[in-house]
């Protein structure tokens, strides 16, 4: 299975970026998928997840109302579309996929992508 997440960059604050992840390897669709990012110095924090059936989306507190995921199963890809963009949003941004219902946290997803730096200048 690997993960391949793309979509990051530099941008200014209030600006947007949208984030893709696309798998490949086995059936996408019975997984739910997650954002996670990594800032320097700092441990990896959860950011968004989406059940398989797209019907249970969940957010970090300090996204929610900014970010939003989204998923095609057809196409095996996740999306997370980031608006009204901080300077604290800077980070590696990775994607990640688990079975299980746990979905906040990052010990339980098995798969994850070599994460897409995304940096928001002041």
């Known amino acids: 299975v690997q993960l391949q997440a793309s979509g990051g960059g530099s941008v200014q604050a209030g600006g947007s970026l949208r984030l893709s992840c696309t798998a490949s390897g086995r059936t996408f669709g019975r997984y739910a998928m997650g954002w996670f990012r990594q800032a320097p110095g700092k441990e990896r924090e959860f950011v968004a997840a989406?059940?398989?059936?797209?019907?249970?989306?969940y957010y970090a507190d300090s996204v929610k109302g900014r970010f939003t995921i989204s998923r095609d199963n057809a196409k095996n890809a996740v999306y997370l579309q980031m608006d009204s963009l901080k300077p604290e949003d800077t980070a590696v941004y990775y994607c990640?996929?688990?079975?299980?219902?746990?979905?906040?946290?990052?010990?339980?997803?098995?798969?994850w992508g070599q994460g897409t730096p995304v940096t928001v200048s002041s």
């Open positions: 990640a996929s688990t079975p299980r219902v746990q979905v906040r946290a990052a010990g339980t997803y098995d798969y």
């Open positions: 989406i059940t398989w059936s797209h019907e249970y989306t």
